[in-house]
């Protein structure tokens, strides 16, 4: 998956600074503000996230593709999906009681 998100992202043509690898933080970056659940207008994910536009519509389609979050009808707005929201928290739940505990 990792590969095919690589190649997803990699496909614009607009230059990245960034090596292959490194693109995958934007999709980090996109779930880390779809988080709280709502939902975000893609311009908003552009802004907070530091994306080109293009970059951003290209990991928002292959983050909906794959099952991790939902977009819209005319794919101007994306949140998680609950099950990821879910799995997102869990993990949260599970750092926090780890740092307390160690």
């Known amino acids: 998956m990792k590969e095919k998100l690589t ?3 990699s496909s614009t043509t607009i230059t990245s600074p960034l090596p292959r690898e490194a693109e995958l933080w934007v999709t980090d970056e996109i779930l880390w503000l779809l988080k709280d659940g709502r939902w975000h207008e893609l311009g908003e994910i552009v802004k907070k996230c530091s994306l080109p536009e293009s970059k951003a519509e290209m990991a928002v389609s ?3 593709e794959y099952g991790f979050i939902e977009v819209n ?3 101007r707005k994306a949140r998680l999906r609950p099950l990821m929201l879910k799995f ?3 993990i949260q739940y599970v750092e926090k009681k780890e740092a307390f505990t160690s």
């Open 62 to 64: 292959f983050l909906s």
């Open 88 to 90: 997102i928290n869990e």
């Open 73 to 75: 009808k005319n794919g």
């Open 7 to 9: 190649r997803h992202l």
